[in-house]
Nanobody
Framework: QVQLVESGGGLVQAGGSLRLSCAAS????????MGWFRQAPGKEREFVAS????????GYADSVKGRFTISRDNAKNTVYLQMNSLKPEDTAVYYC?????????????????WGRGTQVTVSS
């Protein structure tokens, strides 16, 4: 099993930045691709970003491309999501997820482990 704990959420003004962290414990972290998803009130959970096990490749949702950056530190068993130029529509609970595969992926059903989420609120 892998346990995932997100942190770094909070309230920020539009145009501001936040850095989310996801600490993993349990089974080997470095062999797993990781991802970030988000869910706004009344909406379905959606893909935000994902990174391969090595950190060598990554993918982003069109809505965050150019503003968000995913990265990982396998020595620290941690994955990050740097969020810049935040917009009110980025307001959501952000979830960290891990999958039993090396390559990054965008489908929710491909992920095997999930954190409990951290709230991000962007005020206008």
């Amino acid at each position: 099993q892998v346990q995932l704990v997100e942190s770094g959420g909070g309230l920020v003004q539009a145009g501001g930045s936040l850095r989310l962290s996801c600490a993993a414990s349990g089974r080997t972290f470095s062999s797993k691709a990781m991802g970030w998803f988000r869910q706004a009130p009344g909406k379905e959970r959606e893909f935000v970003a994902s990174i391969s096990w090595s950190g060598g490749s990554s993918g982003y949702a069109d809505s965050v491309k150019g503003r968000f950056t995913i990265s990982r530190d396998n020595a620290k068993n941690t994955v990050y999501l740097q969020m810049n130029s935040l917009k009110p529509e980025d307001t959501a609970v952000y979830y960290c997820a891990g999958r039993l595969a090396a390559g990054w992926g965008s489908a929710i059903g491909e992920y095997d482990y999930w954190g409990r989420g951290t709230q991000v609120t962007v005020s206008s």
